[in-house]
């Protein structure tokens, strides 16, 4: 069994029992055949990139789970076609070994020491003052030439 993720995007008219509802038969679709569901994450009300059957608002759903090819290839993938409140779908293989199913976590950031006042640095870290004295007793060595 693999890993896949999919999200769609329900319509927004749909009422909450109606949401729900849809959310549910996708849940007891995959595991009655087989699969495993591993998250399930309710997005919500978002606005559509662009208007899809003159909606501009949709309800979107992700749901992550492990279940044989087969099922998404035969299955799930027509269910969502003949769903007439689903506006879009995508299904998309993890990788389990890059991708971990736990949620990233922001990382630490250090903080660093109070810059000297009085003297920028550029992108390096080089005060900018002594940059600037580099390149004028270079331009003195060249006049000297």
């Known amino acids: 069994m693999r890993t896949y993720e999919t999200i769609f995007i329900l319509k927004s008219t749909l009422t909450t029992e109606e949401q729900e509802k849809h959310i549910e038969f996708y849940k007891e679709n995959i595991t009655s055949h087989g ?5 399930v994450d309710v997005w919500g009300k978002q606005n559509l990139a662009y208007p899809i059957e003159k909606q501009t608002e949709g309800f979107y759903v992700l749901i992550q789970f492990k ?21 879009r779908y995508v299904i998309v293989m993890l990788d389990e070994k890059k991708f971990k199913l736990n949620p990233r976590k922001e ?8 810059d000297k006042a009085g003297k920028a640095k550029n992108e390096n870290g080089e005060e900018v003052e002594d940059i600037q004295e580099e390149n004028i007793s270079m331009e003195e060595a060249q006049t000297q030439e």
């Open 107 to 114: 990382p630490v950031r250090k903080e660093r020491p109070a």
């Open 67 to 87: 279940a044989e090819s087969s099922y998404i290839n035969n299955e799930l993938e027509k269910r969502y076609q003949f769903n007439e409140d689903v506006l």
């Open 35 to 39: 699969g495993e569901i591993v998250k």
